[in-house]
């Protein structure tokens, strides 16, 4: 179930920056806050695993670099992810080389993943905007149906489910997962 907030005037964002962090997260659109709902089985289940493998295939190598539930603010809004995936060169670091606690930047790809009672409509949004902001794919993944729409830079979405290839960002493209192959992680 996703929540808004409504204000008698609308925020900044600058002042939604300086609000308490809520559980589960609130995004910010358009002076607007939205909390996200709260992960259940399937969902925290998939989030784990596919962040797993993705830092599997390629964190040792820097490549990229999975995150669940990070704090991404660009293009005048802040959203948080379930999974946000950087490529190595473009995650924040200081000096030393170690991982920023803000990233205010768009994710290279970002993975959503639906939950009972969520708007579809506004998680395709929120992929969307990150796509014009120079995200490179976007996944929404349906749990319910097994599919997952594949979202990429000025084309239409697709949609692949049982035994197609899931397109993952260029530097992973010798892993190869399909819908099924991902979906069987939901079996203990």
């Given at each position: 179930?996703?929540?808004?907030?409504?204000?008698?005037?609308?925020?900044?964002?600058?002042?939604?920056?300086?609000?308490?962090?809520t559980?589960?997260?609130?995004?910010?659109?358009?002076?607007?806050?939205?909390?996200?709902?709260?992960?259940?089985?399937?969902?925290?289940?998939?989030?784990?695993?596919?962040?797993?493998?993705?830092?599997?295939?390629?964190?040792?190598?820097?490549?990229?670099?999975?995150?669940?539930?990070?704090?991404?603010?660009?293009?005048?809004?802040?959203?948080?992810?379930?999974?946000?995936?950087?490529?190595w060169?473009?995650i924040?670091?200081?000096?030393?080389?170690?991982?920023?606690?803000?990233?205010?930047?768009?994710?290279?790809?970002?993975?959503?993943?639906?939950?009972?009672?969520?708007?579809?409509?506004?998680?395709?949004?929120?992929?969307?905007?990150?796509?014009?902001?120079?995200?490179?794919?976007?996944?929404?993944?349906?749990?319910?149906?097994?599919?997952?729409?594949?979202?990429?830079?000025?084309?239409?979405?697709?949609?692949?489910?049982?035994?197609?290839?899931?397109?993952?960002?260029?530097?992973?493209?010798?892993?190869?997962?399909?819908?099924?192959?991902?979906?069987?992680?939901?079996?203990?």
């Open positions: 179930m996703t929540i808004v907030n409504h204000l008698t005037q609308k925020l900044t964002l600058a002042e939604f920056l300086t609000l308490p962090e559980k589960p997260a609130s995004e910010y659109f358009d002076g607007e806050i939205y909390q996200k709902p709260m992960p259940q089985g399937e969902h925290s289940s998939l989030q784990g695993e596919l962040v797993a493998a993705i830092n599997g295939r390629g964190k040792s190598k820097k490549l990229v670099y999975a995150l669940p539930e990070l704090r991404c603010t660009f293009g005048g809004r802040s959203i948080v992810p379930d999974i946000a995936v950087f490529t060169e473009r924040p670091k200081n000096s030393e080389g170690r991982i920023l606690n803000k990233f205010e930047i768009y994710p290279d790809w970002i993975i959503e993943i639906l939950s009972p009672e969520q708007s579809a409509n506004k998680v395709m949004k929120k992929i969307i905007f990150s796509l014009k902001q120079g995200t490179q794919l976007g996944w929404l993944i349906d749990t319910e149906d097994e599919s997952v729409m594949i979202f990429k830079p000025d084309q239409l979405p697709e949609i692949k489910s049982d035994e197609e290839i899931l397109p993952v960002l260029k530097v992973l493209e010798d892993w190869q997962l399909s819908a099924n192959d991902m979906f069987q992680w939901l079996t203990l």
